[in-house]
């Protein structure tokens, strides 16, 4: 690798990442764009009445991955479907309808698509926005229409207006979803939870083919490779884990906010901004850069087409970087902003800098390079948007959404106890983030918290200015010095690293042979080495609820067994904090380590 201490080098790469991110923010030329390739397809408005939705076939043999809906404005959202490629009929419309209520008596909009509009390149998914037809703050019903049959029926929720107060807001936080590791029950819960929407913190689908243990888990790819190489493998891979009842169920109840992580294209992928090319050592063609770039490509179109967001999509563009821009920010009236960012696309290499090379895993944890100021892991235009938006914000509570740890962990993942931290998470970016950290606390940004995914396990911790050296073993810092609460949710079904993560049909009540630590051991690592880290466990999969209202953030983290594919697989509360307005504080409401498993 090209040696970063180099004056003129240095330069030359801060310059291309201040450009590349200053594309991505706001150069992209939409005007020779189809507007479909941003959002979604705008209907043409029809008369009540003008179609009959009346219907005696099965909705799934037209539709078979029901409906979702997306992107909540004030005044809409995006409708999702996709057509099934047997039965649609190119010569029919695709009408949509939504009204108050789930009977359509009360219809708020009606309108079709020209069937010329829905495209086999891009696999018959019909995106519908319908911004600007809906009312504000409501709780609205939808299904769609084709050639004589009619769709699931779905509901969606639209944004309170800028200046409302609502009472409350409630989501649903979940990430990590292997379909290889578990099943999905976590979604059947959160279907029947009194939500408003979704968040996904990313990893929606793993790039991965092969068996699983589990009875109809196993996955196999069109290219017949063991990892996504085309567009039809990442579609496939879409096609099976949006194939899943209890996530189509979801789905199908709450209105979706997603983020991505690195597995909806490939494991820990950065961007080599001094080669201007995408880069994956997870992946067998990374050695090509033409090569590697096209799995990229296929990746965003995938994602792009399975999900029904408000983000900008140019796949023109010359560069990746151009084309894709995930972050934008989502305001729940007066009460809650959530920016919701991108972690991967602009991420600059893990570092290195030493004679231990690149690596996302530092033992001893001392790479020099992870405190470069030219290394990134947002780009730099889109951090300083991320610290507009916080620091503008008018609104009550401010959540980043967030993939990655941003908290400094020390950790440990086997029985020699050799400490290390995790340089794919914020530990690779030490700089980055003590900017976007100092910059929260110097501008007084209060009712800070940040959701985070990725490691497949549960934790809360203080989020702040300066943190202490782990060697001192020092208290947290004083109240001035604390920025706000991390909050980190735990996979839907992707395994941690725990030895006694259970296997299918077992209850946890005792450890594996593995020499894997166990969670308790794990668990008496993380708090002992990181005195702001409240709770930690790595045993469960689940999902998270955060609730704001005026004056707090409720914090709610189920385990739920992954191991059935039941409705009424066991669910359990493991903690419940309350994080008061105006202040940096954890109130514990409930605590249950569920040591002897969901008999617990």
């Known amino acids: 690798m090209t040696n970063i201490g180099n004056d003129e080098q240095s330069i030359d790469r801060r310059t291309a990442l201040k450009s590349f991110g200053a594309a991505a923010a706001g150069g992209l030329s939409l005007s020779t764009l189809d507007p479909s390739i941003v959002t979604g397809l705008t209907p043409q408005p029809t008369k009540q009445g003008a179609a009959d939705w009346s219907s005696n076939k099965d909705s799934a043999t037209m539709f078979p991955l029901s409906v979702m809906s997306g992107g909540p404005t004030p005044s809409g959202v995006i409708l999702w479907t996709q057509l099934s490629s047997k039965q649609c009929q190119p010569p029919a419309p695709v009408r949509v309808q939504v009204a108050k209520d789930d009977s359509f008596s009360d219809t708020v909009y009606e309108g079709k698509v020209a069937a010329k509009k829905v495209k086999s390149e891009h696999n018959h998914i019909v995106k519908v926005d319908l911004d600007g037809k809906l009312p504000a703050d409501s709780h609205l019903f939808y299904r769609f229409h084709h050639a004589g049959v009619t769709s699931q029926i779905g509901r969606a929720r ?50 991965y083919a092969g068996d699983s243990k589990l009875a109809g888990r196993s996955v196999s790819l069109p290219s017949g490779h063991d990892i996504a190489w085309t567009l039809e493998d990442f579609r496939h891979l879409w096609q099976t884990y949006r194939g899943d009842k209890f996530f189509q169920q979801a789905l199908k109840q709450h209105t979706f906010i997603p983020t991505w992580d690195d597995h909806e294209i490939v494991n820990n992928r950065y961007w080599d901004y001094e080669n ?68 991967r696309l602009f991420s600059s290499l893990p570092p290195g800098g030493d004679a231990a090379g690149q690596r996302q895993w530092g033992i001893p944890p001392n790479a020099p390079e992870r405190n470069d100021a030219d290394r990134t892991r947002l780009g ?56 976007i950290m100092g910059q929260l606390n110097h501008f007084d940004v209060d009712n800070f918290v940040a959701f985070t995914g990725d490691m497949h396990t549960y934790l809360v911790s203080y989020l702040m200015n300066d943190w202490e050296q782990t060697e001192n073993r020092t208290p947290v810092s004083p109240k001035e010095e604390l ?15 725990t030895s006694d993560f259970w296997g299918p049909g077992e209850e946890i009540t005792k450890e ?3 020499k894997s630590l166990t969670n308790e051991e794990m668990v008496e690592t993380v708090l002992e080495e990181n005195p702001w880290v409240e709770f930690f466990n790595a045993k469960y999969n689940g999902y998270s609820v955060a609730e704001f209202t005026p004056n707090a953030c409720t914090w709610t983290t189920y385990a739920v067994d992954d191991t059935v594919n039941s409705a009424d697989a066991a669910r359990r509360t493991l903690r419940k904090y309350k994080i008061p307005e105006g202040h940096v504080e954890l109130n514990e409401l409930k605590a249950n380590d569920l040591e002897n498993g969901f008999s617990s």
Not at 299 to 305: K, P, S, T, V
Not at 402 to 412: F, K, M, Q, V
Not at 483 to 497: A, K
Request: include cysteine; proline fraction near 6%.
């Open 380 to 435: 730099f235009e889109q951090r300083e948007w991320l610290l507009d938006t916080l620091k503008e914000s008018d609104a009550t509570w401010k959540a980043w959404t967030n993939e990655l740890a941003i908290s400094p962990l020390w950790l440990t993942f086997s029985d020699d106890m050799q400490i290390s931290r995790n340089y794919d998470a914020w530990d690779g970016y030490t700089h980055e983030r003590n900017e």
């Open 276 to 343: 201007d090319r995408p880069w994956s050592k997870d992946h067998p063609l990374n050695d090509k850069p033409e090569r590697i770039t096209q799995v990229f490509e296929d990746g965003i179109q995938a994602w792009w087409e399975y999900n029904p967001a408000r983000v900008t999509y140019n796949p023109d563009a010359e560069s990746l970087l151009e084309q894709f821009q995930m972050w934008r920010s989502i305001k729940f009236g007066d009460l809650l902003e959530m920016p919701v960012t991108d972690e």
């Open 158 to 207: 639209t944004l309170p207006k800028p200046d409302a107060s609502p009472d409350a807001v409630r989501l649903a936080v979940v990430t990590c979803q292997s379909y290889q590791q578990g099943y999905y029950p976590a979604y059947s819960h959160i279907a029947q939870d009194n939500l408003d929407y979704i968040v996904h913190l990313g990893d929606q689908i793993y790039e």
């Open 512 to 514: 594996s042979a593995s």
């Open 483 to 497: 920025v706000g609460i991390e909050l980190l949710t735990p996979g839907i079904s992707s395994n941690s690293g």
